[in-house]
């Protein structure tokens, strides 16, 4: 696993929202500019990855109760 899929959701989003800044000053070289959109493309498929691997588990929960009752999810030591 390489360090940019080890990021948490928050931190990805984080990183890409820096680089979106960057990119709208409009200073930057277009080799570097070019560098960012690749690194936030990265991002945003992990972000994407997150998101769909959390509506798999919440759909697997809600379908094992039978309902769509809240339900509390466990954080990871």
């Given amino acids: 696993m390489s360090k940019t899929e080890e990021l948490s959701f928050e931190e990805a989003m984080e990183q890409l929202e ?3 800044e ?5 200073d930057v070289p277009l ?9 936030g493309m990265n991002l945003s498929k992990i972000c994407n990855d997150k998101l ?9 929960i809600m379908n ?7 339900f509390e999810i ?4």
């Fill in 18 to 20: 820096n680089i979106v």
């Fill in 52 to 60: 769909t691997s959390i509506q798999t588990k919440m759909t697997q």
């Fill in 31 to 39: 080799e570097k500019a070019i560098n960012y959109y690749q690194d």
């Fill in 74 to 77: 466990q954080e990871e030591e």
């Fill in 64 to 70: 094992e109760q039978g309902d769509m009752e809240p």
């Fill in 22 to 26: 960057k990119l709208e000053t409009g």
